[in-house]
């Protein structure tokens, strides 16, 4: 590989190198994406390295030939898109797979969505979001894991796995992305792009942690995030991307920049012209400029006028020819586009099956009084009520890349296929968004025919997503009323949530029976909805974000600090006059058709060294009469430190099945990173003194033992492996 690189560099102008370095967006068309005219010139001269949001096996062969043909290099070209919970079959939003905690499925489908976007011509994902989020109103909420970096870290370890496999050069695996590298779901007052002013405890510990996970699994690119941090734009952020990132963490891929983040260096107020943005990007060491093309345009002058910028041209260069050899590009520019592999790859019976398989592993059941679910199949008439349950659309979520709404099962049709006997009736009721109330007449007259009603509620797919925020996390337009009028009929209720971040939905708590969280399922959405619905499934997901009572509890976490007055009804506390301070549904809630009995942990030891290690085990037994799965959960106290540390952090979990009456014991090693905190000096230290150990099922459902370490310990922030 340096044989190659070295010999390529010898023969590259700077204009060519300024190419490798330049990201171009396509076009959408009829035909599918395509290049402009003029970018197709572009490619013959070798000023574009990499293109976005062009796919398509016939096509982006083409546009290689171009490249490996008639450009003077022949520097194969890399084409990358937003394959984000897959590509033509659409698997559960992020925030929905978090749910399922599941590494195993969350590979699986990233490694069917590689399949999938690889066999049309695809090099390269800007997939895993690991942003952190503990804002439900940021839009983006939707493509994360959710709140915690645990668990954040094993999803995005998960993810890159998946996406890249164990050989990226093979022809069905693809370059990874990190992003938004970093804090971007910190941005106050849950605005998109807004400004992030943190701690360095709480960047290192809580927002760079999933990216740390994703470097140690091998991820090939990160990308920087559009906001400041503490005042310093990510994309000219040379302290966290060439410091942290690739020095003290030793990561050595490519940074690729966000959608002209580049040129937003100029809004920002910390340059004031292009060559400016560009010379303070790539400083900071931001290798691929997508689309601003300032890289192109501006920075040859600014360059030739300094042996600084020249040196780090060269190291972006060599970056991204590294990425280009290690896919494999070299060998094989066409292995990624291949016509017969598209047709057969697309859209299996397979890759379906897989993508409801973690469709209804993603489900969490919130509430089921008096087991009103599952719903019998005897049914003989059922409503099926909201606008949502007819809009396909939606359940693909935010980012379908190639997915589309009429390949995909609406809840009202999983519902009808389920149940091909019965009667399967239907009213809108309401529109998501708006006033009108024409609709609830009928809604309350379908729902009186039927022995049972099923609720669709939440939000529509655009109302998540990238700069899709909103000020209040409440139903939307008239849905509340409706469930209102809906519950009135007497009929039993499920209602089922279609959403891309979490509701306060305390209404819908108190009155309606049973509720089902299930964002947004992707292509076979109704499928795995009626297979919880009816039973042939049992929920077994869990929340990977806190529910809230009300939009101004935001931020609202569980592993909060405790204050030194922690919340309580009386006196002079850390609470609200108007509102209980506690979630609705804490992180880590999840109920299932069974129901589960946890003994105490039983500890390897009551003391421990800080290099030790210390084994947790804890007995699960399945209490009720169905088969069922549970998601065994481990949290850790440091009860007394030097700083102050929340009063539960995840340190372990697994998903796991158990029949009716069997118990298993769950083993849990906890080692020094597991104890580690960033200090006042920000060194990674474990201190000596007690700690407290819970388990459960749910972060506000544990038992606890506790242990003393006796003596503690620093640790490196190398890359944790
Ligand atoms: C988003 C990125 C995305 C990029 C390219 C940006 O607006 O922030 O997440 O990868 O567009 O589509």
Redesign the pocket.
């Known amino acids: 590989m340096e044989r190659l690189v070295d010999s390529l560099f010898a023969l590259m102008t700077l204009e060519e190198k300024l190419g490798q370095l330049t990201q171009l967006s396509g076009q959408s068309t009829e035909a599918g994406p395509r290049v402009r005219a003029e970018d197709q010139a572009r490619i013959r001269a070798g000023q574009v390295g990499s293109f ?2 062009i796919y398509g096996a016939a096509y982006t062969r083409r546009l290689q030939r171009i490249a490996v043909d008639e450009s003077r290099l022949k520097i194969p070209l890399l084409f990358a898109y ?1 394959v984000i919970h897959g590509f033509r079959t659409i698997f559960p939003v992020p925030l929905a797979e978090a749910s399922s905690w599941d590494p195993a499925a969350v590979e699986r489908s990233a490694r069917v969505a590689a399949v999938e976007a690889t066999a049309h011509g695809l090099h390269w994902t ?1 997939a895993p ?1 690991v942003d952190i989020a503990r804002d439900p109103r940021w839009g983006r909420i939707v493509e994360g894991a959710g709140e915690d970096p645990y668990l954040g870290a094993v999803m995005a370890a998960a993810r890159v796995r998946g996406f890249q496999g164990t050989d990226l050069a093979a022809a069905n695996t693809m370059l990874a992305t990190a ?2 590298f970093a804090a971007y779901g910190g941005a106050e007052g849950g605005r998109d792009y807004n400004t992030v002013d943190l701690s360095p405890q709480t960047l290192h510990q809580t927002y760079l942690r999933p990216f740390q996970a994703a470097a140690a699994a091998g991820v090939g690119a990160v ?1 920087p995030a ?1 906001n400041e941090v503490n005042g310093v734009p990510m994309h000219a952020n040379a302290d966290l991307i060439n410091g942290v990132l690739r020095g003290r963490w030793g990561w050595d891929g490519v940074v690729v920049s ?2 002209n983040g580049i040129q937003e260096l100029i809004p920002h107020g910390v340059a004031a012209s292009r060559p400016e943005a560009g010379a303070l990007g790539l400083h900071a060491g931001v290798d691929v400029d ?1 689309v601003s093309a300032i890289y192109l345009q501006d920075l040859p002058a600014v360059v030739r006028g300094g042996r600084v910028l020249q040196r780090e041209v060269d190291e972006a260069v060599r970056r991204v020819l590294r990425a280009k050899y290690r896919l494999g590009l070299f060998q094989d520019p066409y292995g990624y586009s291949d016509v017969a592999r598209e047709r057969a790859a697309t859209l299996t019976v397979d890759h379906q099956a897989a993508a409801r398989e973690v469709g209804r592993k993603s489900i969490v059941l919130l509430k089921n009084q008096g087991n009103l679910l599952p719903l019998a199949k005897s049914l003989k008439t059922i409503a099926v009520i909201g606008a949502l349950a007819v809009d396909a659309g939606s359940a693909l979520g935010s980012w379908s890349a190639d997915g589309r709404k009429e390949e995909a099962v609406s809840l009202l049709d999983g519902i009808r296929h389920a149940m091909p006997s019965a009667e399967v009736l239907y009213a809108k009721g309401a529109d998501v968004e708006g006033s009108d109330t024409s609709g609830f007449a009928e809604a309350v007259r379908v729902a009186r025919r039927a022995e049972a009603v099923i609720l669709v509620l939440g939000e529509r797919r655009g109302m998540s997503g ?1 700069a899709s925020n909103r000020a209040s996390i409440d139903l939307p337009g008239m849905q509340e009323e409706l469930a209102k009028r809906v519950q009135s009929s007497g009929k039993p209720v499920v209602v089922a949530l279609m959403n891309g971040r979490p509701l306060a939905i305390p209404w819908l708590d108190e009155h309606i029976p049973a509720i089902l969280e299930t964002w947004y399922l992707g292509t076979p959405m109704g499928s795995a909805v009626a297979d919880v619905v009816f039973g042939d499934y049992s929920p077994g997901g869990k929340l990977p974000v806190t529910f809230p009572r009300a939009t101004g509890q935001i931020p609202l976490y569980y592993s909060h600090k405790n204050t030194g007055r922690p919340p309580s009804e009386e006196g002079n506390t850390s609470k609200y006059l108007d509102v209980p301070w506690t979630p609705l549904y804490s992180f880590g809630h999840g109920l299932s058709y069974t129901t589960f009995g946890y003994g105490a942990p039983r500890l390897s030891r009551r003391s421990m060294r800080a290099t030790d290690t210390l084994v947790v085990q804890v007995d699960v037994t399945n209490t009720g009469q169905r088969p069922g799965e549970e998601v065994v959960q481990l949290y850790l106290r440091d009860d007394v430190g030097s700083v102050t540390r929340p009063v539960k952090e995840l340190r372990g979990f697994r998903r796991i099945t158990l029949q009716p009456g069997q118990r298993a014991a769950v083993t849990f090693t906890l080692r020094s990173e597991d104890l580690a905190f960033y200090d006042r000096r920000m060194n990674r230290v474990v201190e000596p003194g007690s700690f407290t150990v819970f388990v459960g099922g749910g972060s506000a459902d544990v038992k606890e033992a506790r242990f003393e370490v006796t003596t503690g310990t620093q640790l490196g922030d190398a890359l944790l492996r």
């Open positions: 976005l949001g937003d800007f979001m992003k938004h990308m559009f966000d959608w997508m990238e």
